[in-house]
């Protein structure tokens, strides 16, 4: 099987972050979903690699260790999606420890704002939902937002409520680009570029992302993933060629009934680029 055609699914969800299944659970849905590659990537954090890798490996699906990285750069929050390194790095470790140190502050502003438009409560709310206190984030506020019936979805809560000029958002300062890619690229792992059309940048902030992310050693993009549309596919394969980087696949899955794309199903990268897994080989945990 050549390189381009295996289901790789490297960008999802766990309880450890924002998903609603545990780690194993998501091993069985990818597995059933036709993964054959699959990273967990829960953000700044590493504790499902374990239960995933053994859950992967139990299921016969290949796996490689997985994060995505929240970082600041040019006034927006960026994600940096870190795969195949060592899950043990000392420096990966407290860097991402570090990275997610300020989320349960953030997360009492977030309900302060809330609550100064009449909604009371919404920090013992968002907590419910929460799988791991040290990630509380905007998508279980999300979850209960939607729980009390303020919008009728996630996406009309993130639009009223928790970006930018709305209420529940309280801007906050996450890991710096360079260090996210050293992180993981000085333990022994590759970063990429998550979800680059997500992003409100201007072509030449969108250039400085691209070309100092490549100098800090960065080497792969998103270009098949649930956060594109068919163009904005289209647009990254011609970004990836441009500057010389590595193509990843990945459905960003977070919940049942929440996520549009399912583990897995996605298009496969288009011939003319070079996937990232191609690269990782030596790094993925085999099943057999
Ligand atoms: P945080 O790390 O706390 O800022 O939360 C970011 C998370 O919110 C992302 O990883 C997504 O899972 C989720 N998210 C961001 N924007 C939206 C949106 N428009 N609709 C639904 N979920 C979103
Ligand atoms: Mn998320
Ligand atoms: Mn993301
Ligand atoms: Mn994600």
């Not at 006034?75 to 140190?101: E, K, M, N, S, Y």
Request: with cysteine; hydrophobic share 40%; proline share 5%.
């Amino acid at each position: 099987m050549t390189h381009h055609l295996v289901n790789a699914d490297l960008h999802s969800h766990s309880t450890v972050s924002d998903g609603t299944l545990s780690p194993t659970a998501l091993a069985e849905r990818a597995h059933a979903g036709g993964v054959e590659l699959w990273a967990l990537t829960d953000h700044d954090e590493l504790a499902g690699q374990q239960a995933a890798r053994e859950a992967a490996l139990d299921l016969g699906m290949d796996y490689l260790t997985g994060c995505e990285i929240s970082v600041s750069f040019a006034g927006q929050t960026v994600h940096i999606v870190g795969l195949g390194f060592d899950d043990t790095d000392p420096a990966l470790v407290a860097g991402l420890a570090a990275t997610r140190g300020g989320r349960g502050e953030r997360a009492r502003a977030m309900a302060e704002g809330l609550a100064r438009v009449g909604i009371p409560g919404a920090y013992e709310g968002a907590l419910k939902y929460v799988g791991n206190p040290e990630l509380i984030s905007r998508t279980h506020f999300g979850r209960y937002l939607v729980e009390i019936g303020i919008c009728a979805d996630a996406h009309e809560v993130f639009r009223r409520y928790l970006t930018e000029g709305k209420p529940g958002y309280v801007p906050h300062r996450w890991a710096r680009l360079g260090d996210a890619v050293r992180w993981i690229t000085q333990a022994g792992g590759v970063a990429v570029i998550a979800h680059p059309a997500r992003y409100r940048f201007t072509p030449t902030e969108e250039f400085a992302l691209f070309g100092e992310f490549a100098t800090h050693g960065g080497r792969g993009v998103e270009v098949m993933t649930g956060s594109h549309s068919a163009p904005e596919r289209i647009t990254y394969a011609d970004m990836a060629l441009e500057f010389d980087l590595l193509a990843s696949r990945g459905s960003d899955f977070h919940a049942p009934g929440e996520s549009r794309t399912e583990l897995g199903d996605l298009p496969d990268l288009p011939g003319r680029l070079t996937p990232v897994w191609s690269v990782l080989q030596h790094r993925v945990h085999r099943a057999r």
